[in-house]
Protein backbone atom coordinates (compact mmCIF):
# COMPACT_ATOMS: atom_id res chain seq x y z
CA UNK A 1 0.00 0.00 0.00
CA UNK A 2 1.81 3.28 -0.91
CA UNK A 3 1.56 6.30 1.48
CA UNK A 4 0.69 9.31 0.43
CA UNK A 5 2.75 10.79 -2.43
CA UNK A 6 3.51 14.33 -3.49
CA UNK A 7 5.22 16.11 -6.18
CA UNK A 8 7.35 17.43 -7.58
CA UNK A 9 9.24 16.96 -4.44
CA UNK A 10 11.36 20.59 -4.97
CA UNK A 11 10.26 23.23 -7.29
CA UNK A 12 11.59 26.50 -8.08
CA UNK A 13 10.33 29.82 -9.23
CA UNK A 14 10.55 33.01 -9.76
CA UNK A 15 8.15 35.46 -8.12
CA UNK A 16 5.44 35.89 -9.85
CA UNK A 17 5.28 32.99 -11.42
CA UNK A 18 2.47 29.60 -10.40
CA UNK A 19 3.08 26.99 -8.43
CA UNK A 20 1.09 23.78 -8.48
CA UNK A 21 1.55 20.86 -5.85
CA UNK A 22 -0.11 18.19 -6.07
CA UNK A 23 -0.57 15.33 -3.53
CA UNK A 24 -2.15 11.72 -4.11
CA UNK A 25 -3.55 10.07 -0.60
CA UNK A 26 -2.97 6.89 0.58
CA UNK A 27 -5.29 4.43 -1.18
CA UNK A 28 -8.82 4.14 0.81
CA UNK A 29 -8.64 8.01 2.63
CA UNK A 30 -10.74 10.34 1.14
CA UNK A 31 -9.72 13.24 3.68
CA UNK A 32 -6.59 15.23 2.19
CA UNK A 33 -4.58 18.28 4.36
CA UNK A 34 -2.36 20.92 3.51
CA UNK A 35 -0.08 22.01 5.77
CA UNK A 36 2.47 24.71 5.61
CA UNK A 37 6.00 24.78 7.21
CA UNK A 38 8.51 27.80 7.46
CA UNK A 39 11.81 27.54 7.93
CA UNK A 40 12.45 27.21 12.08
CA UNK A 41 8.63 26.85 12.60
CA UNK A 42 5.92 24.91 13.05
CA UNK A 43 3.52 23.49 10.99
CA UNK A 44 0.35 25.58 10.13
CA UNK A 45 -2.93 24.18 8.92
CA UNK A 46 -3.95 25.45 5.70
CA UNK A 47 -6.75 23.93 3.95
CA UNK A 48 -9.01 20.46 4.40
CA UNK A 49 -10.58 18.58 1.32
CA UNK A 50 -12.92 15.49 0.96
CA UNK A 51 -13.24 14.70 -2.76
CA UNK A 52 -14.83 17.74 -4.46
CA UNK A 53 -15.29 19.70 -1.32
CA UNK A 54 -13.28 22.28 0.51
CA UNK A 55 -14.42 21.28 4.24
CA UNK A 56 -12.55 24.14 6.09
CA UNK A 57 -9.82 26.82 4.50
CA UNK A 58 -9.59 28.63 7.52
CA UNK A 59 -5.95 28.52 7.46
CA UNK A 60 -5.40 29.60 3.47
CA UNK A 61 -4.63 33.16 3.07
CA UNK A 62 -7.49 34.73 1.32
CA UNK A 63 -5.77 35.60 -1.80
CA UNK A 64 -3.56 33.73 -4.64
CA UNK A 65 -3.98 30.54 -3.13
CA UNK A 66 -6.54 27.85 -3.92
CA UNK A 67 -7.03 24.22 -3.11
CA UNK A 68 -8.70 21.50 -5.22
CA UNK A 69 -9.76 17.93 -4.76
CA UNK A 70 -11.54 16.45 -7.67
CA UNK A 71 -13.62 13.18 -8.51
CA UNK A 72 -10.19 11.84 -10.24
CA UNK A 73 -7.16 12.93 -9.91
CA UNK A 74 -5.21 14.65 -7.39
CA UNK A 75 -5.44 17.61 -4.62
CA UNK A 76 -4.08 20.39 -6.27
CA UNK A 77 -2.39 23.37 -3.81
CA UNK A 78 -2.45 26.51 -6.26
CA UNK A 79 -0.43 29.57 -5.68
CA UNK A 80 -0.50 32.20 -7.86
CA UNK A 81 1.86 35.18 -8.30
CA UNK A 82 4.63 33.87 -5.97
CA UNK A 83 6.36 35.66 -3.50
CA UNK A 84 9.58 35.23 -1.48
CA UNK A 85 7.46 34.25 1.60
CA UNK A 86 6.08 31.42 0.06
CA UNK A 87 9.16 29.88 0.04
CA UNK A 88 7.93 26.61 2.55
CA UNK A 89 7.73 23.09 2.73
CA UNK A 90 3.80 22.08 1.84
CA UNK A 91 3.11 18.93 3.40
CA UNK A 92 0.05 16.87 2.22
CA UNK A 93 -1.43 14.42 4.99
CA UNK A 94 -4.24 11.98 4.06
CA UNK A 95 -6.39 10.03 6.94
CA UNK A 96 -9.50 7.86 5.95
CA UNK A 97 -13.15 7.99 6.72
CA UNK A 98 -13.29 7.30 10.37
CA UNK A 99 -10.61 8.99 11.55
CA UNK A 100 -9.28 12.16 10.72
CA UNK A 101 -7.05 12.62 13.64
CA UNK A 102 -4.93 9.52 12.21
CA UNK A 103 -3.21 11.49 9.42
CA UNK A 104 -0.37 10.22 7.70
CA UNK A 105 1.79 12.55 5.52
CA UNK A 106 3.36 12.79 2.51
CA UNK A 107 7.20 13.51 2.13
CA UNK A 108 6.32 17.46 1.05
CA UNK A 109 6.96 19.61 -1.51
CA UNK A 110 9.86 22.28 -0.80
CA UNK A 111 8.98 25.18 -2.59
CA UNK A 112 11.82 27.79 -3.47
CA UNK A 113 10.82 31.62 -5.11
CA UNK A 114 13.82 33.22 -6.10
CA UNK B 1 -1.90 32.46 24.37
CA UNK B 2 -1.32 29.91 21.70
CA UNK B 3 -3.50 26.84 21.28
CA UNK B 4 -0.17 24.51 21.60
CA UNK B 5 2.97 25.42 23.53
CA UNK B 6 5.94 23.55 23.73
CA UNK B 7 9.42 23.85 24.80
CA UNK B 8 11.54 24.21 21.83
CA UNK B 9 14.91 22.63 23.22
CA UNK B 10 17.20 21.49 22.51
CA UNK B 11 17.21 18.81 24.87
CA UNK B 12 20.51 16.98 24.40
CA UNK B 13 20.78 14.06 26.61
CA UNK B 14 23.50 11.17 26.13
CA UNK B 15 22.21 7.55 25.60
CA UNK B 16 20.46 5.81 27.99
CA UNK B 17 18.88 8.48 29.76
CA UNK B 18 15.48 9.02 30.33
CA UNK B 19 13.92 12.48 29.28
CA UNK B 20 10.52 14.05 29.58
CA UNK B 21 9.11 16.43 27.29
CA UNK B 22 5.76 18.65 28.49
CA UNK B 23 3.05 20.26 26.09
CA UNK B 24 0.29 22.78 27.14
CA UNK B 25 -2.37 23.26 25.33
CA UNK B 26 -5.27 26.02 25.69
CA UNK B 27 -8.37 24.94 24.17
CA UNK B 28 -10.48 22.39 27.02
CA UNK B 29 -12.62 21.48 24.05
CA UNK B 30 -10.19 19.14 22.66
CA UNK B 31 -10.71 15.72 22.88
CA UNK B 32 -7.74 13.73 21.63
CA UNK B 33 -4.38 13.95 21.74
CA UNK B 34 -1.06 12.75 19.91
CA UNK B 35 2.54 12.90 19.76
CA UNK B 36 4.31 13.06 16.27
CA UNK B 37 7.91 13.10 15.15
CA UNK B 38 9.81 14.92 12.48
CA UNK B 39 13.00 14.12 11.47
CA UNK B 40 15.21 17.31 9.96
CA UNK B 41 13.45 18.33 6.72
CA UNK B 42 11.40 15.08 6.35
CA UNK B 43 7.71 14.72 7.25
CA UNK B 44 5.59 14.61 10.38
CA UNK B 45 5.13 10.98 11.62
CA UNK B 46 2.46 9.88 14.28
CA UNK B 47 4.73 8.40 17.14
CA UNK B 48 1.58 8.09 19.66
CA UNK B 49 -1.58 9.10 20.76
CA UNK B 50 -2.30 9.73 24.21
CA UNK B 51 -5.52 9.01 26.25
CA UNK B 52 -6.73 10.13 29.44
CA UNK B 53 -5.77 6.48 30.97
CA UNK B 54 -2.08 7.26 29.25
CA UNK B 55 -0.19 5.23 26.79
CA UNK B 56 2.99 3.48 27.07
CA UNK B 57 4.48 1.79 23.69
CA UNK B 58 7.44 0.29 24.44
CA UNK B 59 10.61 2.83 25.52
CA UNK B 60 7.34 5.93 25.17
CA UNK B 61 5.01 6.70 27.47
CA UNK B 62 2.76 9.54 26.63
CA UNK B 63 0.28 11.02 29.74
CA UNK B 64 -2.14 13.39 29.18
CA UNK B 65 -3.24 15.70 32.43
CA UNK B 66 -6.85 17.57 31.32
CA UNK B 67 -6.86 19.84 34.60
CA UNK B 68 -3.89 21.29 33.99
CA UNK B 69 -4.27 20.68 30.64
CA UNK B 70 -0.76 19.77 29.10
CA UNK B 71 0.57 16.16 27.50
CA UNK B 72 3.45 14.87 28.25
CA UNK B 73 6.21 12.58 26.26
CA UNK B 74 8.60 10.20 28.15
CA UNK B 75 11.31 8.50 26.45
CA UNK B 76 13.42 5.57 28.50
CA UNK B 77 16.50 4.39 27.51
CA UNK B 78 16.99 6.97 24.77
CA UNK B 79 18.94 6.35 21.74
CA UNK B 80 20.50 7.85 19.00
CA UNK B 81 17.67 6.94 16.47
CA UNK B 82 15.57 9.27 19.01
CA UNK B 83 17.14 12.76 17.58
CA UNK B 84 14.45 14.53 16.25
CA UNK B 85 11.68 16.97 16.74
CA UNK B 86 8.51 15.81 18.84
CA UNK B 87 5.49 17.56 17.82
CA UNK B 88 2.31 17.59 20.12
CA UNK B 89 -0.69 17.76 18.80
CA UNK B 90 -4.26 18.98 20.25
CA UNK B 91 -6.48 19.40 18.23
CA UNK B 92 -10.06 21.11 19.26
CA UNK B 93 -11.79 19.88 16.48
CA UNK B 94 -11.22 18.08 12.61
CA UNK B 95 -7.77 19.88 12.45
CA UNK B 96 -4.76 19.27 13.95
CA UNK B 97 -2.76 22.26 15.80
CA UNK B 98 0.82 21.27 16.25
CA UNK B 99 2.81 22.55 18.36
CA UNK B 100 6.42 23.82 17.22
CA UNK B 101 8.16 21.54 18.74
CA UNK B 102 10.69 20.17 20.77
CA UNK B 103 14.22 18.98 19.66
CA UNK B 104 16.05 16.33 20.85
CA UNK B 105 19.70 15.94 20.31
CA UNK B 106 20.65 12.11 21.79
CA UNK B 107 24.54 11.96 21.88
CA UNK B 108 26.72 8.58 22.36
Known amino acids: NAGVMQNPRHLVRRRGQEARLRCSPMKGHSHVYWYRQLPEEGLKFMVYLQKENIIDESGMPKERFSAEFPKEGPSILRIQQVVRGDSAAYFCASSPVESSYEQYFGPGTRLTVT | RKEVEQDPGPFNVPEGATVAFNCTYSNSASQSFFWYRQDCRKEPKLLMSVYSSGNEDGRFTAQLNRASQYISLLIRDSKLSDSATYLC?????????FGKGTKLSVKP
Open chain 2, 89 to 97: VAPPGGNLI
